[in-house]
């Protein structure tokens, strides 16, 4: 379902914002490792986030699909990950139908939402901490890493050579959240977003957003995206009162356990 109003509802609607997101996720979050099959594109990484460790299917395979899931399922094996397709709205029938035979679970669905980044930064709301001690740098800093906390995510989201900036919040010291952002032309790609436990619905999130907002802004964005849950209540809420809109969603298929 599409709620976004004027030109990018039209281009929602014809399906060019969608394939537009689509393409923008893979150059964001490409994988360590590629391999392409025909319009397959097959991402490995670490096997900490789904992006990084996934096949994006945007068209038909070189082979056939029974043939080109058999090699992409030894290509994920040889390395220690368990095979798994990214799978968006408009996938190709031929492709669910075959993980359908072959009886590959799907997750719970992700939404792509997005907003202009002048609707992000009007409608912040005002946070009940302190935001003055707000920290952007161009590389992962300390306070970042110790965020999210996992050195294989981190070395996942940032295999991309895209421009990256990563803010977080601390107060007196304390860190209270952060996430990071990667600018493609005048797209940028919220990520990582996390604000540790005892500091929720205090603003926190709101206010790592705005500042995103502001240096993707400086790198020459005007739009930014994000992918998140729809279980996710708490998340979609926030997003949406920042203006975000769903585009279009996606969900996993994981190839059953031998």
Do not use: K
Not at 120 to 144: E, K, M, N, Y
Request: charged share 20%; with cysteine.
């Amino acid at each position: 379902m599409i709620w976004f109003t004027g030109p990018m509802q039209a281009n929602a609607t014809s399906g060019a914002l969608p394939s537009t997101l689509e393409r923008l996720s893979d150059r964001a979050v490409p994988g360590c490792d590629r391999l392409t099959i025909g319009e397959w594109r097959l991402r490995a990484g670490l096997g900490v986030t789904g992006r990084a460790n996934s096949t994006w299917a945007p068209g038909a395979p070189a082979e056939s699909v029974p043939e080109t899931i058999d090699m992409m399922e030894e290509w994920y094996r040889s390395r220690g990950l368990t095979p798994r397709f990214q799978i968006f709205d408009h996938a190709e029938p031929e492709l669910i139908a075959e993980l359908e035979r072959r009886s590959w679970p799907a997750t719970v669905d992700s939404l792509v939402m997005a907003a202009p980044i002048p609707t992000v930064v009007d409608r912040r709301p005002l946070p009940t901490v302190d935001t003055r001690a707000i920290g952007t740098s161009t590389a992962p800093a300390a306070l970042f890493v110790r965020l999210l906390g996992d050195r294989g995510r981190l070395t996942e989201v940032t295999a991309t050579d895209l421009p990256q900036r990563f803010v977080t919040l601390s107060d007196e010291g304390e860190l209270l959240g952060g996430g990071m952002v990667t600018v493609d032309g005048r797209w940028a790609a919220v990520g990582s977003m996390s604000t540790r436990p005892q500091f929720r619905r205090r603003g926190v999130a709101s206010a790592v957003l705005v500042a995103l907002a502001a240096v993707a802004a400086d790198l020459g964005a005007d739009t930014m995206w994000l992918q998140v849950q729809s279980d996710n209540v708490g998340a979609v809420a926030l997003y949406r009162g920042l203006g975000f809109d769903a585009v279009h969603r996606y969900r996993y298929r994981t190839a059953p356990d031998r």
